[in-house]
């Protein structure tokens, strides 16, 4: 079954530290492009950083950079998100992507969610 399942969201105080994980399972997540979005409420979700499977490129949306770093475990077929000096604004659902062409399909898959909130 192809699933992609992150966690690792949480309540933390301005300032603080969250990784995220994206997990998949029924597919290798190495021969993809993994994104990692996020959702605020009221607001129309957005690109926070991505991987590419074939340059290994990373790149961030420009308020997390710096802060924000993405990274890849092949051995353990997950993608995480470190997350520093996190901010209110920081606060959203964030959701893993996971997508590839092959020929003229798209693969494309999505997770389920894990919530971050900053708050004093």
């Known amino acids: 079954q192809v699933q992609l399942v992150e966690s690792g969201g949480g309540l933390v105080q301005p300032g603080g530290s969250l990784r995220l994980s994206c997990a998949a399972s029924?597919?290798?997540?190495?021969?993809?492009?993994v994104s990692w979005y996020r959702q605020a409420p009221g607001k129309e979700r957005e690109l926070v950083a991505s991987?590419?499977?074939?340059?290994?490129?990373?790149n961030y949306a420009d308020s997390v950079k710096g802060r924000f770093t993405i990274s890849s475990d092949n051995a353990e077929n997950t993608v995480y998100l470190q997350m520093n000096t996190l901010k209110p604004e920081d606060t959203a659902v964030y959701y893993c992507?996971?997508?590839?062409?092959?020929?003229?399909?798209?693969?494309?898959?999505w997770g389920q969610g894990t919530q971050v909130t900053v708050s004093s």
């Open positions: 992507n996971a997508r590839r062409m092959i020929i003229a399909n798209v693969l494309n898959y």
């Open positions: 991987t590419a499977s074939a340059s290994g490129n990373r």
């Open positions: 029924g597919f290798t997540l190495s021969r993809y492009t």
